[in-house]
């Protein structure tokens, strides 16, 4: 009996892409692309909850959100989660949150997108961030780029350049 519930229980977990390699593929550069390539897409707009203990100002992240809705992009609401274990992503959610190892020497943030294995869309999406990343030109419009479903593109003054003093704030090929 123990196992027959055991195995029912399996078939109800939700079907998430979350194996780690398929995010370092994700994130790999278009180096050959004519333009940038996106991914994965969500099937509604996503709110954004940004945790606290992320000291990331709500107003910066309406700012970042600002670019991508002048270039078509919808999202819900943008809220602070004041609670300290707010870690992890509901679905249909992008959160905000202060990671909680490091990123690595090089980094300034990086994004978990968390797609369905039936549909192939984003079901949720995290970006961890510093609060002093946060505060420097592009980098958190650059990781909504990410959660959006975007990979890097490797062209100069881009949005979605992987290496941030060549990037910028050229849309070319993101426009919904």
């Given at each position: 009996?123990?196992?027959?519930?055991?195995?029912?229980?399996?078939?109800?977990?939700?079907?998430?892409?979350?194996?780690?390699?398929?995010?370092?593929?994700f994130f790999k550069v278009s180096k050959?692309?004519?333009?940038?390539?996106?991914?994965?897409?969500?099937?509604?707009?996503?709110?954004?909850?940004?945790?606290?203990?992320?000291?990331?100002?709500?107003?910066?992240?309406?700012?970042?959100?600002?670019?991508?809705?002048?270039?078509?992009?919808?999202?819900?609401?943008?809220?602070?989660?004041?609670?300290?274990?707010?870690?992890?992503?509901?679905?249909?959610?992008?959160?905000?949150?202060?990671?909680?190892?490091?990123?690595?020497?090089?980094?300034?943030?990086?994004?978990?997108?968390?797609?369905?294995?039936?549909?192939?869309?984003?079901?949720?999406?995290?970006?961890?961030?510093?609060?002093?990343?946060?505060?420097?030109?592009?980098?958190?419009?650059?990781?909504?780029?990410?959660?959006?479903?975007?990979?890097?593109?490797?062209?100069?003054?881009?949005?979605?350049?992987?290496?941030?003093?060549?990037?910028?704030?050229?849309?070319?090929?993101?426009?919904?």
């Open positions: 009996m123990a196992f027959l519930l055991l195995l029912l229980f399996a078939f109800q977990s939700p079907n998430i892409a979350i194996e780690q390699n398929q995010y370092i593929n050959f692309s004519s333009k940038p390539i996106q991914k994965y897409k969500w099937a509604n707009p996503p709110k954004i909850r940004v945790c606290e203990t992320a000291e990331v100002p709500l107003s910066r992240v309406r700012r970042a959100v600002d670019y991508w809705e002048r270039i078509g992009y919808e999202f819900g609401e943008i809220y602070l989660d004041r609670f300290s274990f707010c870690m992890n992503a509901k679905d249909n959610e992008i959160a905000i949150v202060l990671p909680s190892q490091g990123l690595g020497d090089d980094k300034m943030a990086a994004t978990r997108v968390y797609t369905s294995k039936l549909t192939g869309e984003i079901i949720k999406a995290k970006i961890f961030i510093y609060p002093r990343s946060a505060r420097k030109e592009r980098v958190l419009e650059h990781e909504l780029g990410h959660a959006l479903g975007w990979q890097h593109y490797n062209h100069r003054n881009h949005m979605m350049h992987p290496n941030w003093w060549r990037g910028g704030y050229d849309s070319y090929g993101l426009r919904k």
